[in-house]
């Protein structure tokens, strides 16, 4: 067993990832190594879909006119410090995957396209490329929504859970405590209802967020969110709603 040092917080009880992660990267004896493929991250134009990552909390209104007239909508412009943190982020979100894959718990892409965007899932001796889809995504056709899960992970039946990794600013996650969900959901509402998203689409019922500071200690910390049926089905009844009032060019002024 590894000694941990320079870790201020280690895994409280119920943590699945965050120990295997302290293990895996603090032992010598594992050959680590992989291709990092990274991209400039955009902003996503708009498409007509509602997306797990940004519409779960709008209004009736803002979601109205993301489907009538996404123009009108202010345009979102990323400066340097957000440019920098996300490319930071999916390096990190690399290794993450890389290690997770190593460790035999990610569940590996399904053969097919994608549902969420089309492309076809990349094989698993394939060069990392744009043409292909590199996350498991889920789609519902009724309401016009998607998502993509950073992973899925197999810890054994029945522990599967939808993955999601969030980078953060190094201080970000002081006074932060592991497992305590009700934190997550008041502190980080956005991602919440993210997951939640991704839970109703997939047919997942568990899911886990791991977040880790960019920088040292290079804390991480662990949530654990169970899937809540009665905010899904009032998030699809919204997406329905927004889609009718579109389709009879009747405005939503709330």
Same mark, same amino acid.
């Given at each position: 067993m590894p000694v941990f040092e320079g870790v201020s917080q280690y895994a409280a009880s119920g943590c699945l990832v965050k120990p295997v992660l302290l293990q895996f990267f603090q032992d010598a004896s594992v050959d680590f190594n992989?291709?990092?493929?990274? @991209?400039? %991250?955009?902003?996503?134009?708009?498409?007509?879909?509602?997306? @797990?990552?940004?519409?779960?909390?709008?209004?009736?209104?803002?979601? /109205?006119?993301?489907?009538?007239?996404?123009?009108?909508?202010?345009?979102?412009?990323?400066? /340097?410090?957000?440019?920098?943190?996300?490319?930071?982020?999916?390096?990190?979100?690399?290794?993450?995957?890389?290690?997770?894959?190593?460790?035999?718990?990610?569940?590996?892409?399904?053969?097919?396209? *994608?549902? @969420?965007?089309?492309?076809?899932?990349?094989?698993?001796? @394939?060069?990392? %490329?744009?043409?292909? *889809?590199?996350?498991?995504?889920?789609?519902?056709?009724? %309401?016009?929504?998607? *998502?993509?899960?950073?992973?899925?992970?197999?810890?054994?039946?029945?522990?599967?859970?939808?993955?999601?990794?969030? %980078?953060?600013?190094?201080?970000?996650?002081?006074?932060?405590p592991d497992m305590d969900a009700d934190y997550f959901a008041e502190k980080w509402p956005k991602y919440w209802a993210q997951m939640q998203e991704c839970m109703r689409m997939t047919g997942l019922r568990r899911y886990i967020v791991f977040f880790l500071g960019l920088g040292t200690p290079w804390d991480m910390r662990e949530f654990h969110i169970e899937f809540d049926p009665g905010f899904a089905a009032k998030t699809e009844a919204k997406y329905l709603e927004v889609l009718d009032h579109a389709r009879r060019g009747v405005p939503i002024l709330w």
């Amino acid at each position: 067993m590894p000694v941990f040092e320079g870790v201020s917080q280690y895994a409280a009880s119920g943590c699945l990832v965050k120990p295997v992660l302290l293990q895996f990267f603090q032992d010598a004896s594992v050959d680590f190594n992989f291709t990092l493929y990274l @991209a400039r %991250s955009g902003n996503r134009a708009p498409d007509g879909w509602f997306h @797990a990552s940004t519409h779960p909390l709008m209004s009736h209104r803002e979601l /109205y006119l993301y489907i009538t007239d996404p123009g009108s909508l202010p345009p979102r412009r990323m400066d /340097y410090v957000g440019s920098m943190a996300t490319m930071m982020g999916t390096v990190t979100h690399g290794v993450i995957e890389a290690a997770l894959d190593q460790m035999g718990v990610a569940v590996p892409l399904p053969e097919g396209d *994608c549902p @969420a965007c089309g492309k076809p899932y990349r094989p698993a001796r @394939a060069r990392q %490329s744009r043409k292909w *889809c590199m996350e498991h995504g889920a789609a519902h056709q009724e %309401s016009m929504s998607r *998502c993509h899960l950073d992973s899925i992970l197999d810890f054994g039946p029945p522990a599967t859970f939808g993955f999601d990794y969030k %980078s953060i600013r190094p201080l970000g996650l002081k006074g932060v405590p592991d497992m305590d969900a009700d934190y997550f959901a008041e502190k980080w509402p956005k991602y919440w209802a993210q997951m939640q998203e991704c839970m109703r689409m997939t047919g997942l019922r568990r899911y886990i967020v791991f977040f880790l500071g960019l920088g040292t200690p290079w804390d991480m910390r662990e949530f654990h969110i169970e899937f809540d049926p009665g905010f899904a089905a009032k998030t699809e009844a919204k997406y329905l709603e927004v889609l009718d009032h579109a389709r009879r060019g009747v405005p939503i002024l709330w």
